[in-house]
């Protein structure tokens, strides 16, 4: 299956005049084939057309080369993020400049300290043909710089090339002079002074993007299966390495080396919309952490909050029961019953009003009717175990992925492609032309996205806060939190909860051959990678296993992201996105008033085997489909509550600044 077309039932992301070729076309799904062998011998069709008569803006043939690059290249949210905002923005100042009555973005503008001289030139009078030239030049240059390195760089470039070449443009003309009017030179004048841009924003491009100051204070905790608890770990508030044998990246590239924390310092990246009224500058170890929209300390182990740490962490293990189809429990998966949140909780102490700890989910209310049929939604009942194991599959973006910010590309581009969305800007005044939709729409995504990256891990590298496979498993070591007079009891230990934590008894079987187990904490809980020999065939299930070594529910050679988990990147992305498309199309409804994504029996996880029945997943609003990726990382193991919902409410602020600020270059 293609899990790059997520959301069915709308005409998705065609790769167009690109899959003409045979290296592109083993991108799009077809057969597999050796791109290094063949890349050089092919000799696309000499198509020289507007990319406008082909139905499809040349924006959105650059988009789809940008996001099949992402996914050729290591799993880097950030990284990505950024260039998506770059290439983005630099279509849109390409496409503004042949259009006097918007401005550019870097062209004609001083932003962070750099500045990049106006590109004034003579209108032709058919712009369209010049506009189009000037974007592939602009784009295809910034992918050509940013991708060289890459693990699939050669299938990037032959994608990149062979776009080009159908487009009938000469690759080899790499003129910066464009004041006689040369759109091509004019493109790559807009490319150059964004790299050049991208030396000096802050993230350290130049060095590969490496931290600069950033130390771990804990020692990594070592994963294999003879490997339990976590006897290492020095303080239980702080973000942990993970030392994995075989480390394979979201994108599917293995890793020789323990994975470093992933941009710890990239609140000092210059941002788009965000502003500096919204920044706080945090000073530790001789390192100024810059957060914007900064949501104040998560909870600690020793803190006036150590009970709402030690319930957060504990809902993780909780909510890992959930993953078995064989629990007898039914859900509701339809819009009738899940989304529709009215409101968020203001505070940690209030969480557990907002979070169901044992059944799983949300407070959501669902929707009584259609607003766009005016029918109701029909109901869709599967197994709870099911839906939870899709969800965090689903939503977690690998591997093969092009990451959380390139995932929302692809359902705007999914949106935009549907036949009953009308593209009016906000909803209001002319229906857009396909290439000033996509240009306008990707200028807005990117930027949010970017802010969303600075935001979100500003905050990660300032409270460098524990992930739950290094909390459970330290919590288990010291112990039950509950009750002084049982055994095992510790302060920071794991709060007892029946059915799902308890004491392994000398009648339990985890004690059975293994009699220094008595004592411990156990754990109703998905088993692990332990139990899948071969994820086609195999199910670990759920059962009791001990706390020492709960797994999330992911892949072993994964386990969790490499960066802190304090805010979640996932929820703030996914909100900043939903309430954007909400603003640029003037509805929080996807068309029709539903989005869907099939998913077939035994035909979709990666982790094991799976689902179990067919099922269709679906959203009314944009902020519902924003909503479940944030619950998906709790289901997945990846996050406690405490990351979840401050990175949706630091999304939302995103989102608003970021249109308002957009809004100003369209008048």
Known sequence: MNKYKRFLKMPLSQLSVICLTTVILTACGGSSTNVADI?????PPPVVITAEREGQSVARMWNEVLLLAIRNDFARPTIHARNLFHVSSAMFDAWSVYKPQTKGFLVGNQVGGFSCPSANIELP????????????????????????????????????????????YNLDDESLD??????????????NCYIEFGNQDGANEPKFYANTSYQPINPPLVLSSSDAGNPTIVDLDRWQPLSIEGFIDQAG????????????EWGQVVPFALSENDKTVFARDGFDYQVYH??????????????????????????????????????????????????????????????????GGDTSMGYALNP?????????????????????????????????????????????DHELLVKRWAGEGDVLGPLEWDIKSYFAMGGTMHDA???????????DYIRPISAIRAMADLGQSSDPALPSYHINGLPLVENYIELVTEADPLAARNPQHIGKIKLYAWKGPDYINDPLVDQAKVGWILAEQWWPYQRPSFVTPPFAGYVSGHSTYSRAAADLLTSMTGTAYFPGGMS??????????????????????????????????????????????ADDLPGRVIGAKIAADSFDFVQSFFQ
């Open 453 to 463: 990256a600075v935001s979100a891990w500003g905050i990660k590298g300032r409270y």
């Open 372 to 416: 766009i049929t005016n029918e109701p939604y029909a109901e869709q009942i599967v197994p709870r175990g099911d839906y939870t194991r899709v969800l965090a599959e689903f939503w977690a973006d690998g591997p093969d992925s092009e990451t959380p910010p390139g995932h929302w590309f692809v359902i705007l581009n999914s949106v935009s």
């Open 178 to 191: 464009y004041s006689q009017g040369s759109a091509v030179a004019l493109g790559n004048y807009i490319a």
């Open 253 to 264: 590239n293995p890793i020789d080396e323990a994975p470093t924390f992933l941009s710890p």
């Open 294 to 359: 900064d949501p104040g300390m998560p909870p600690l182990i020793n803190s006036e909050l150590s009970d709402e740490y030690k319930w957060g962490f504990s809902l993780v293990s909780i909510w890992s029961s959930h993953l078995d189809q064989n629990d007898s429990v039914m859900w509701d998966i339809s819009p009738k019953s899940i989304g529709n949140i009215a409101e968020f909780p203001s505070s940690f102490t209030e969480f557990s009003e907002f979070y169901q700890q044992l059944e």
């Open 39 to 43: 890349a050089d011998s092919v000799t």
């Open 596 to 641: 869907e994504f099939e998913v077939n029996a035994n035909d979709f996880l990666v982790f094991e085997k799976g689902p179990s029945v067919n099922m269709t997943l679906q959203w009314a609003t944009y902020q519902d489909a924003s909503d479940q990726c944030s619950l998906s990382r709790i289901w997945g193991g990846i996050h406690p509550p």
């Open 125 to 168: 009078e058919d712009i369209l043909p010049e506009q189009e030239q000037a974007i592939s030049f602009a784009a295809y240059r910034i992918i050509q710089q940013r991708f060289i390195f890459s693990p699939g760089s050669v299938e990037i470039m032959a994608a990149a090339d062979a776009l080009m070449q159908n487009l009938g």
